[in-house]
């Protein structure tokens, strides 16, 4: 978690549209729960409409 969160850090530091999601019980990755993996790829799905297709974003991932 160390190395994500120092990540994360310097992309705001650049002002990198970015955001860093946490989920209870996972290693690494987001496949314990079928749950998480689902919300996992809405969220990247949301992502990508938002920052490279520059459609607007409808997709909504309540946080865990």
């Given at each position: 978690m160390p190395q994500t969160e120092q990540f994360y850090s310097a992309l705001k530091l650049l002002k990198v549209p970015t955001a860093m999601i946490r989920f209870n019980n996972e290693a690494h990755g987001?496949?314990?729960?079928p749950s998480n993996f689902v919300r996992t790829q809405?969220?990247?799905r949301h992502w990508f409409d938002k920052y490279t297709r520059?459609?607007?974003?409808?997709?909504t991932v309540a946080p865990q």
């Amino acid at each position: 978690m160390p190395q994500t969160e120092q990540f994360y850090s310097a992309l705001k530091l650049l002002k990198v549209p970015t955001a860093m999601i946490r989920f209870n019980n996972e290693a690494h990755g987001t496949t314990s729960t079928p749950s998480n993996f689902v919300r996992t790829q809405l969220y990247l799905r949301h992502w990508f409409d938002k920052y490279t297709r520059g459609a607007p974003a409808t997709t909504t991932v309540a946080p865990q």
